[in-house]
């Protein structure tokens, strides 16, 4: 069975920095592209960055490009996401999701997210 | 970057009713179109991706339509687990997007 289990979100001030990790199991992890995709309070979807299974390719969205890293350890089934220069504006949940199993990348979806992990943003 | 924006924001509906949803995309984005579903205090699950192909273990009344620019999910026959937030999503390249969302409510 595919677990995406997310840790690591919190309460942080504006300008800190936080990590969130997300420990995979139940598939080959280095045969899947993985993303992060955030959901403010009480609103839609946002896809946040990409990484390609061997961690070759990175993408960002504008709204975290320069701030937020995306990463991978294919030896330890992990994805990581490192947050820097945190607003008000990132507080969210945030989701790890896995790509569909396809050569392309991005893929035609994401087939398995975890059930997130909160970050708030505040003073 | 292309947008998606889908209509309505949000539908009444009843048991037995067929409901469609519409996704637009501000640019060609051939098939790459993913739809999600998402119930309160849930993550999003997948049930269409390729814009037509049905994600397995997802119940044949869901089907999604459409290319290009233009793009429909429709539930043939809404049942009561069906009522929730609808996503769809562009795969077609970088940066990914997705639309505002669907409630489908009673």
């Known amino acids: 069975e595919v677990q995406l289990l997310e840790s690591g979100g919190g309460l942080v001030q504006p300008g800190g920095s936080l990590r969130l990790s997300c420990a995979a199991s139940?598939?080959?992890?280095?045969?899947?592209?993985m993303n992060w995709v955030r959901q403010a309070p009480g609103k839609g979807l946002e896809w946040v960055s990409s990484i390609s299974g061997i961690g070759g390719g990175t993408y960002y969205a504008d709204s975290v490009k320069g701030r937020f890293t995306i990463s991978r350890d294919n030896s330890k089934n992990t994805l990581s996401l490192q947050m820097n220069s945190l607003r008000a504006e990132d507080t969210a949940i945030y989701y790890c999701?896995?790509?569909?199993?396809?050569?392309?990348?991005?893929?035609?979806?994401?087939?398995?997210w975890g059930q997130g992990t909160q970050v708030t943003v505040s003073s | 970057d292309i947008q998606m924006t889908q209509s309505p924001s949000s539908v009444s509906a009843s048991v037995g009713d067929r409901v469609t949803i519409t996704c637009r995309a501000s640019?060609?984005?051939?098939?790459?179109l993913a739809w999600y579903q998402q119930k309160p205090g849930n993550p999003p699950k997948l049930l269409i991706y390729?814009?037509?192909r049905l994600q397995s273990g997802v119940p044949p009344r869901f089907s999604g339509s459409g290319s290009g620019t233009d793009f429909t999910l429709t539930i043939s026959s809404l049942q009561p687990e069906d009522f929730a937030t609808y996503y769809c999503?562009?795969?077609?390249?970088?940066?990914?997007?997705f639309g505002g969302g669907t409630r489908v409510e009673i």
């Open positions: 999701t896995r790509d569909l199993p396809t050569l392309r990348f991005p893929s035609e979806g994401f087939d398995h």
């Open positions: 139940g598939f080959t992890f280095h045969n899947h592209a």
């Open positions: 999503q562009k795969a077609s390249s970088f940066p990914l997007a």
């Open positions: 640019q060609d984005i051939s098939s790459w």
């Open positions: 390729a814009a037509s």
